[in-house]
Each structure stands twice: as C-alpha cells, then as structure tokens.
C-alpha cells in the first residue's frame, strides 16, 4: 500500500517554464513533507521541504505548496533550467517516526 | 571533503552466495540507513541504525543482515535467502534518526544471476 504516491513517471518542459511535480498522500497524520532530487549514478540529494502546519514553503526557484484537504502537494521549479532535469522524490514522515516514506519519483526533462 | 562512499558501484554474484556492500560516511552523523530501489517504485528501509552496536529491521529486512560496530561504517549483507537481490541499493546517513535530511552515497547495482 503505497502512502506516497507520484502519478506521473515522467514530465517534460521547455527551459524558462514552470515546472510542476505533484504528489499524493494517503495518511493525514504525516508531520513533514519533503522533496529530494536524484541525478544519474548519484544518491538523491535533499532539495525543500514543508511541515504540515504551513501550506506554502519557498526557497530560491523552488516552492512546495501543500493542500492538507486534499492531500496533495506539489513542487514548482520558476524558471526551469537544464540543470533541473533530473528523477524528484516526494516524500514524507512522522516527527516521531525513524524512517522517510518515499513515492516512485517523476523524470523531470527541461527541453531547450 | 565529507560525504558517504559506497563501493563497488557495480557488483554481481551468483545465485545463492551472500555478497556483502559497503557504506562508510565521514560525516560525523550518528544514524545511517540502507534503501533499497527498483524500477518503478520508491526508496524502501531495509535496516537503520540509530547509534553503534544497534540497529533496526526497516519495512523489507527479510534475507538481508547489517552490523554496526563502527560509527563511520554501516555494510549490508545479502543473503542467499533473499528472494530478489537484484537491485540499486543506496546508503544513507542523517544526523538522528528522524532527520528528514538524509545524506545518500552514490548507490551499489547489484546484479544476482
């Protein structure tokens, strides 16, 4: 049973766009919500993440935005460059929990 | 420079023999975590560990065996008794357990034939 779930496998998007990852959840208790970036042959690196108390989190080109009513949230990358294609992992945890609960990720391509 | 180094990138076994996989992090960090992915799915805990000399079984333990007995150094074992050892194994450390911020090697594929 999968509590964290990305529907869409793959995205693709012209640079200088918005790009828009979504991302659903299924347990209404979660008390973080994060976003981790994957590149070829690396480990995935930590990018943003938004606790469950706040609907909205920024940081540079990046912001999450979480909708607790529908559990849904998702990630918006304003301007998309090449640099951002990449695999992106929604994922989520309790405060009290050990462990992150990650979804199957989306393929991000930015198209010149 | 601090990271996680795991080694080899790429390893294949035979069926039936345990292979062991390296995770060493200079990080300092005290809990270290090995994922497992395959195709189409998400990252899944197989074991973690939260201080030396302990560890526990994440969602997908079964035919796999970890030890802690050094704070830099978490290796998994696979065991001949996991049924489908083929897969990208990733290691991970954080600063507690509970860090939503966990820092991953570069991942081993092992490939079972």
């Known amino acids: 049973d999968q509590q964290v779930k990305q529907n869409s496998p793959s995205l693709s998007v012209q640079e200088g766009r918005i790009s828009i990852l979504n991302c659903d959840y299924t347990n209404s208790m979660f008390d973080y919500f994060l976003w981790y970036k994957k590149y070829p042959a690396e480990g995935p690196t930590f990018l943003i993440s938004?606790?469950?108390?706040?609907d909205k989190n920024e940081d540079g080109r990046f912001t999450v935005f979480l909708n607790k009513s529908a559990k849904h949230l998702s990630l918006h990358i304003v301007p998309s460059q090449p640099g951002d294609s990449a695999v992106y992992f929604c994922?989520?945890?309790?405060?009290?929990?050990?462990?992150?609960?990650f979804g199957s990720g989306t393929r991000l391509s930015i198209r010149p | 420079d601090g990271g996680i180094t795991q080694s080899p990138k790429y390893l294949f076994r035979k069926e039936g023999q345990n292979v062991t996989l390296s995770c060493e992090q200079n990080l300092n960090h005290d809990a270290m975590y090995w994922y497992r992915q395959d195709p189409g799915q998400g990252l899944r805990l197989i074991y973690y560990?939260?201080?030396?000399?302990?560890?526990q079984k994440g969602d997908i333990a079964e035919g796999y065996s970890v030890s802690r007995e050094k704070k830099e150094s978490f290796p998994l074992t696979v065991t001949s008794a996991q049924k489908n050892p083929t897969a990208f194994y990733l290691c991970?450390?954080?600063?507690?357990?509970?860090?939503?911020?966990?820092?991953f090697g570069p991942g081993t594929r092992l490939t079972v034939t």
């Open positions: 994922a989520a945890m309790y405060s009290s929990a050990s462990k992150i609960i």
């Open positions: 991970a450390s954080s600063r507690y357990v509970g860090s939503y911020e966990q820092y």
């Open positions: 560990s939260q201080i030396v000399n302990d560890f």
């Open positions: 938004i606790s469950s108390i706040k």
